[in-house]
């Protein structure tokens, strides 16, 4: 493969890539989720779509609802499913909690720590580029919240900048959501959120929840939702009728460049590719100058 570094245009190479896979809400014993859904089948069928991109990460982030029922067993398929992967891409796993999760069992399955009702959160440095987990879910409810503790748990996280800035990472996303069931299930607390956010070096906001990919802004900061592994939501259908449809999974590559970052959705099925660049045409434009790469592919002939 060319170099992950290789760029031929005015921006240089990113220099962070952040993997965000979200709602794989496996079951014990891999029932099927609904009835219908084989969640563990299409999470290898994601995780198989990552190793082809070639990307080697500097984190896999997992944006909540890992299991559907917070099963101990369903979290040690999840962990046993990631892990040899994350391992062969040298990247370490994010595990955010989701409203599907149990906090317990989520701890001692995949953070081998003692079960605890504590919110799931956690700090990465990416080399320089900062990653916090929060936990959006409330015990009980399906709902999200932040609550006054863990917001200034944040602000104190926050109060010293990062070299690279910071990316924050949770389930319920801050975005109004066109389907109507979604805004009942919506996270609660949202100035407050976006009062503690003020002022930071927040770059980027990545969640998910919704089962479908979209984007927007909260508090002026871009964010990111990453479609579901285990089920789509079909927005083909009116707003009021929108169901779960065994198709259009996709995760996301985000780019962390020095002045914006890209969230690219990469879809999961496997369809026939034409064969137009290779190895061999990057290696030739790498041999040109950029006034010879740009006589050869960009004059109209």
Known sequence: MAPASLSFGIHPPAQRVIVHLSDTHLLAGNRPLGGRYDTAANLTATLAALERTGVRPDAIVFTGDLTDLGEPEAYAALR????????????????????????????????????????VTGVWDLGGLRLIALDSSVP?????????????WLRGILAEPAPRGTVLALHHPPLPSHIPFF????????SEFAQALAGSDVRAILAGHLH??????????????????????????????????????????????????TH??????????????????????????????????????
Not at 86 to 91: S, V
């Open 183 to 190: 805004d009942i299930l919506e996270l609660r607390h949202q």
């Open 140 to 152: 009980g409810w399906h709902h999200g919240d932040l609550d006054a503790a863990q917001l200034d």
């Open 212 to 261: 479908y990919a979209t984007a927007g802004t909260f508090a002026g900061i871009p964010v990111s939702v990453a479609s579901a592994t285990c089920y789509t939501m079909n927005l083909q259908r009116p707003p009021q009728e929108v169901n779960g449809m065994d198709g259009g999974q996709s995760f996301h590559l985000v780019h962390v460049y020095d002045d914006t970052i």
């Open 80 to 119: 046993a499913q990631v892990e040899p992967v994350a391992a062969r891409l040298g990247a370490p796993i994010v595990w955010v909690a989701g409203n599907h999760d149990e906090r317990p069992a989520l701890r001692e399955g995949l953070l081998d720590e003692p079960p605890s009702l504590e919110p």
């Open 264 to 301: 690219s959705v990469v879809p999961v099925g496997e369809a026939e590719t034409a064969d137009v660049f290779s190895e061999e045409w990057t290696r030739a434009m790498a041999a040109l100058s950029a006034e010879e790469r740009l006589e050869a592919f960009s004059r109209k002939r």
